[in-house]
């Protein structure tokens, strides 16, 4: 019953203190990634002091979680339909389901992150979308099956320690916040590699870009 009640104060807390709709609450934007890269879309909380929107005290992800009474937003969805489904959320993050169209590989630095892009992009390998966190983490979008394949990809490739390499997969269970979209009250986050219509609906294997970002990963701890 606690958890319900703290939903729906969540829910109310959005929708009063939102008021003046900012870009990232904005339907034609959610449309875009439903619509343009085939992904799916689910509202989510927002955070205030390191309070969540939720309304739970203990909650793990301040403002970094869906909202439990929203639906999702399935990918292909039209706009007159996200517009009307979004309206109902004014103020709500934008979070994406990670493990259905694509896995993350997260990097715990940003600048690991950009070294890594970079290195790649002069190496001519194929790359996805990439975003940076408020928290400077770095979201590289790959291929689904790519979080549960991550530690045996490592140690094939000579990691024999993949723990205490500062990379590590997100799948099916597991969200993300989109961009533009406010993380954790912390700051946007925001591109540093945007989509294009073949990465987002065909994003790399993570193999493809693991020994490269693991490389960077380690020199950078050296």
């Known amino acids: ?49 390191g309070a969540c929107s939720c309304g739970r005290a203990d909650c793990r992800a301040p403002g970094a979680h869906p909202l439990g009474q929203a639906p999702v937003l399935r990918a292909g969805a039209p706009l007159d339909e996200v517009t009307a489904v979004w309206s109902e959320f ?24 950009r070294h890594a892009l970079a290195r790649l992009e002069r190496m001519g390998l194929p790359v996805g ?53 406010d993380r954790g009250g912390l700051g946007p986050v925001h591109w540093l590699r945007s989509p294009a219509l073949d990465s987002a609906s065909c994003p790399p294997e993570a193999r493809l870009l693991l020994g490269t970002l693991a490389y960077v990963a380690h020199r950078s701890g050296a």
């Open 1 to 49: 019953m606690g958890f319900t009640i703290g939903i729906s104060r969540g829910i109310r807390d959005i929708r009063s203190g939102s008021r003046r709709r900012s870009r990232s609450s904005d339907g034609t934007v959610v449309a875009e990634y439903t619509g343009l890269w085939g992904w799916d879309v689910v509202p989510g909380v927002r955070a205030a002091a």
């Open 90 to 113: 004014p103020g709500a993050t934008l979070m994406l389901p990670v493990g259905r169209a694509f896995d993350v590989i997260e990097v715990d630095a940003e600048p690991v992150g």
């Open 129 to 181: 979308p990439v975003a940076a966190t408020p928290d400077g983490r770095a979201h590289f979008f790959v291929a689904p099956g790519a979080a549960v394949a991550l530690p045996d990809l490592l140690y094939r490739m000579g990691w024999d320690d993949p723990a205490a390499l500062d990379v590590r997969g997100l799948g099916p269970g597991a969200y993300i916040t989109a961009p533009p979209s």
